[in-house]
């Protein structure tokens, strides 16, 4: 039986209740990157500690917390300390609250700390207080709250205006107004239309989306679900990259629970609206998180991207009106229809409203997860997450991984927002940073690039199959201190060619690492020419 | 149907809705190089050679794959496009084993064609010379891979023409390659009608037709005409 809305906030209510008849609780996290440090045992461990000491605390497991390379986590409730690096050896002393030196030592404040301080959580605002395995966590916290009161109050336009007024743009990296996109989807007079969370994540060093899809699924199912009847759509589908394993196992559960709570599928929170998602699994290519390759994925044909216009809001999807949001974009939508968009759009900048997380990773002392507000510089980000390891100085920044380009250090306090990342030659891009300190090559680093963007082309047009293999060959001959002027010139001449005449943005956009190197750096790249015999 | 005026290259013409740049240009005498594109089967916009400039469009568009809109400023052959045109089929030249001196197509060959069209008269980027296997499994004709531009022309007229579906693409980027069935070899297919139309469409000399010497293989592509005139006139034959 479907839930309905006095239903779902009794829900809420029972488990606020039991939650706070424990002493105390402890949230461990459940992400892949604690995991894979051993959360699981840890969590097991105290689980177990807690049962045999009176069961008056409670162990849950939580999202990512966003100090990745601290883990595993775990947050106590009480006093909203972190502890760092936890150990079965710290399980009877978290259990019981003993004094501990060891774990004094590695207890911070989840939100005084210098990695926290200056975020703001909107995106990741569950994480470290809901467990994504739950869906009464999830209700507790206010979940499926957005989207009760969308399909109460609200008329399809009236949720398609309050996103515009927001003024999201979409996390994918490009940037397009969502709103605008949903008002395309929207007004097209057609029996289907399909909502699709594009999960693809596939820039290296870049692990927001999974870490949003294996804390909170809940959020992102909601925002779809809110979308869908903004634009009129009954079926909606995630597209995940087949390597985030435990992000699909999170997705299937929550689909799950929500299903069977009639958060999905017909007659919605008793009403006359239905909604169900599916999850297609990626196959390991990088061009599939292009929309039109995507949707020859979901398909079943070849991962291959198609020219544009027409547009997936037109014709996408089965020829139908598609529309097609990252999974952060779908991530913020709860909140906005819950607080408004005049909220969201206090936040931010003029042109870029809201949060961006970031993953940090690279030099840095610390890496993990940011939440700053848009306009943010980025040198504060690289602050946050402690400066270069060991004291080294920032090099350059990394943004928007291959589709990207490098930042010096010069240029750091460019504000985080879509028009200021452009204009100095990158791009706001998903949300992977790499921090690179003096040892790092920038030859070598667009090198890398372009390999990968010669790994992943998918070969349907010219200029990205053949073009990227030469201007791999180039950049190693750089590397190998053969280079010629020619060669610089004719590298030049293929980054022009691929940004104009490839077909889709993995094409285009593959000369750009090259190209800011080049611009930033170019003495690096003057260094590692032949030396030119000396004249007569 | 309506009547669209539009200006390419400076002359004003008439298409009309939903044909696309490349044959209202086509119709007028203007030919824009092409490589992927063939007339009567679907467009993919691959081979990049048929971008064309269009007025008030941020991004250069393929010809082929543009509709023709009331108003349009189109330019086919400006200086920049030349240039692109050339750098690309130099890309397609060193990609594969183009040995014009030894290959059967050699004179009737498109790729050819184009690149003296455009000028190339040398290659400046590094020759791959990939090693690529020729399958000659059919009893008729034959496949050389060293030949292949990665048109997709074949694999849509045995498609959406003959309704076979033999052919397809396998791998992706550098590795991308032409297959039969479930690459499988050419001659032991069962979709496969003998049909040759993929070899007639083949702008290269990739497929041909067996004991074709060198220059021999010449192609001959009019009965796609016929087909496709037939087929959306559901009159399959003449009165």
Known sequence: MALTPDELTERAEAERERTGAFRERLHVCTAASCQAIGSDPLRAALQARAKSSGGAVEVAGTGCMGLCSKGPLVRRQSDGALFLEVETGDVPALVEGAPSASLDARRVSFEAHPFFAGQLRIVLENAGRVDPERIDSYLAAGGYGALAKVLAQMKPAEVVA?????????????????????????????????????????????????????????????????????????????????????????LQTAIKQAEKEGLLGSRILDTHFDFSVQIRIGAGAFVCGEETALIASIEGKRGEPRPRPPYPPEKGLGGKPTLINNVETFANVPPILVRGGDWFAGIGTEKSKGTKVFAVAGKTALTGLIEVPMGTPVRRIVEMAGGVAGGGRVKAIQTGGPSGGCIPERLLDVPVDYESLVAVGSMMGSGGLIVMDQDTSMVDVARYFM?????????????CRAGTVQMHLLLQKFCDGEATRQDLALLESLADLLRNTSLCGLGQSAPTPVMTALRYFPEEFAARMRKEPAGP | MTVKTLTIDGRMLTGVSGQSIFTVAWHNDIKIPRLCHLGGVSDVGACRLCLVEVEGRPRLQTACMTEVEEGMVVQTDTPRLREYRKLLLELLLAEGNHVCAVCVSNGHCELQQ??????????????????????????????????????????????????????????????????????????????????????????????????????QMTKDRRFLKYIVYGRERKQWSVP
């Open chain 1, 162 to 250: 309050e996103v515009t007024r927001s003024g999201l743009r979409g996390r994918g990296g490009a940037g397009y107004p969502t709103g605008v996109k949903w008002q395309l989807v929207a007004k097209q007079q057609a029996d289907t239309k399909y909502v699709v969370c594009n999960a693809d994540e596939g820039d290296p060093g870049a692990f927001m989306d999974r870490s949003v899809l294996e804390g909170d699924p809940h959020r992102v199912l909601e925002g779809m679900a809110i979308a869908a009847y903004g634009v009129g759509a009954r079926l909606g589908y995630i597209y995940v990259r087949g390597e985030y394993g435990l992000a699909i196992a999170r």
């Open chain 2, 114 to 215: 184009m690149a003296a069209e455009v000028g190339v008269d040398h290659v400046r980027v590094a020759y791959r010379n990939p090693r690529r296997p020729v399958d000659l499994s059919h009893e008729r004709f034959g496949l050389d891979l060293n030949r292949c531009i990665h048109c997709t022309r074949c694999v849509r007229t045995c498609d959406e023409v003959e309704g076979a579906h033999v052919w397809d693409m396998a791998g992706r980027g550098e590795k991308l390659h032409l297959v039969s069935d479930l690459a499988t070899p050419w001659g032991d297919s069962e979709a496969c009608t003998d049909c040759g139309k993929c070899v007639q469409v083949c702008p290269t000399g990739a497929l041909f037709v067996k004991g074709a010497g060198v220059g």
């Open chain 1, 451 to 463: 390999e990968f963007c010669r790994d992943e082309s998918c070969g349907k047009c010219v200029p």
